[in-house]
């Protein structure tokens, strides 16, 4: 039997143009099921991101892992290759939220955490009794993923890596905490350690949802990373900035920076979208400073939508981020993602403009799909983009550069941020638009 894995891409603009680079990052979670297929499997590996699907290859099972922005895209290839009779597997989060709809696309759809039925499913693929769904009960682990299915493939300079799955936090335009129910599920520390070894390249990003969910263990991670001269950036809640401790093993750690979501400055939006740990954490300004003494880059993401953001909205949280000098700063419009809290809210007060916006030709990356209180949706979306272009001009670079403590601390720091910086803007130009689905 021969699995073919395929990492679907978002959807791709008409004439061939460039897919985002910051976009084409190692596909872990085939890597993981990869591992987790016996040798007496033949495996095949496709990325839509960087090259034409095969729709002629010879396999006898396509295994294809699907996100709300990749599901139309994924649905089309799925199709594809059941027109040959080729057995389909659909799986990831858009499939275990959105189960019925992912059925009609595939021949078993796997929900939850593959890991706990990944054996279930092969063997029923070979006594031909696959059945329709399959559950993952969660809370295993693989101990050492396999990414001889990266070789030969540009996926960047860093290394992706899992130290533990879910959140307990309660945010409303989440997805993850809908995924795994408000649960948080750390990997044992010595297989984290052990694949952190194993990895040739010198910068890794730890994909936790929320790194710091337990900050103990966090501090454990540090203490046992020091000696293994790795530079490292990950996902955190704001209340870690508080703790000197921490703070000071991740930056001996190699820390090089970490990404936060601060979402909005208004107390009464935050309240609303269910980010609590902010409003606990309020003063900003302290933590950034904080972040700031131990040579800590932030990566900051804003969310715009709220029912008090406004345009003024926009230009505070432009002076906040160029005032708290920003490695990057994200200028997101919410988003309303089937199955969260918030795309029940809309539909329930009658907000949405499409039923299933992320199936729907007419709707490009970039589109608001809800009924915003103060803006249009195309004035919100353009708000967004403005901003986003401001933030990664000449000028507010080169402000940002000058921050020697947390953006150009050492020559390859510095040499980073104005490349990284300075290639976000044809990033932003090249993301904008781009379609649910559409053939490469």
């Not at 796997?110 to 092969?122: I, N, P, R, S, Y």
């Not at 966090?218 to 703070?247: V, Y």
Request: proline share 5%.
């Amino acid at each position: 039997m021969t699995i073919l894995f395929i990492q679907p891409a978002v959807g791709h603009k008409a004439g061939g143009a460039t897919y985002p680079k910051t976009w084409i990052m190692e596909p872990l979670a085939l890597a993981v099921l990869s591992a987790l297929t016996p040798k007496g499997i033949d495996r095949l590996f496709m990325d839509d991101r960087l090259n034409e699907v095969d729709y002629a290859a010879e396999a006898d099972v396509v295994a294809i892992p699907v996100e709300c922005y990749t599901a139309a895209r994924s649905y089309e290839i799925a199709d594809r290759f059941r027109v040959r009779g080729i057995t389909v597997l659909l799986g990831g989060f858009h499939t275990t939220l959105n189960p019925e709809e992912a059925t009609e696309h595939a021949d078993a759809i796997v929900c939850g955490d593959a890991e706990t039925v990944w054996d279930e499913v092969l063997s029923d693929l070979c006594s031909h009794s696959l059945k329709r769904k399959y559950v993952g009960r969660g809370g295993v682990f693989c101990p050492l993923p396999d990414r001889t299915l990266f070789r030969g493939r540009p996926y960047g300079m860093a290394n992706l890596v899992e130290t533990a799955r879910g959140c307990m936090f309660a945010c409303e335009f989440c997805s993850v905490t809908k995924f795994f129910n408000r649960r948080y599920t750390p990997r044992p520390l010595d297989d984290v350690i052990a694949e952190v070894r194993s990895l040739k390249k010198d910068y890794l990003f730890f994909v936790d949802d929320n790194l710091a969910m337990d900050v103990p263990r966090l501090k454990e991670l540090c203490r046992r990373m020091i000696p293994l001269k790795k530079k490292w950036m990950g996902q955190l809640s704001i209340h870690t900035a508080n703790d000197d401790e921490l703070l000071a093993l991740m930056a001996e750690s190699g820390c090089a920076g970490v990404l936060i979501g601060f979402e909005s400055l208004d107390a009464d939006t935050l309240s609303v979208m269910g980010k609590r740990v902010n409003t606990a954490n309020a003063d900003y300004a302290r933590a950034i400073a904080n972040l700031r003494r131990y040579h800590l880059s932030i990566y900051a993401t804003f969310v715009f939508g709220y029912d008090n953001d406004t345009e003024e909205t926009f230009r505070r949280t432009y002076d906040f981020a160029m005032e708290s000098r920003f490695f990057f700063a994200a200028f997101n419009h919410l988003v309303p993602f089937p199955g969260t809290d918030v795309h029940a809210r809309f539909v329930r007060e009658g907000r949405m403009l499409h039923e299933k916006w992320w199936l729907d030709p007419s709707v490009g990356f970039g589109d608001v799909v809800f009924r915003p209180k103060n803006f249009t949706p195309e004035k919100l979306a353009e708000m967004c983009q403005t901003y986003r272009l401001k933030y990664y001009s000449l000028p507010s670079i080169l402000k940002r550069g000058m921050d020697v403590k947390a953006n150009t601390h050492g020559l390859v720091k510095a040499l980073f941020f104005y490349y990284s910086n300075f290639s976000q803007k044809l990033e932003i130009l090249r993301r904008r638009g781009l379609p649910n689905g559409g053939e490469p």
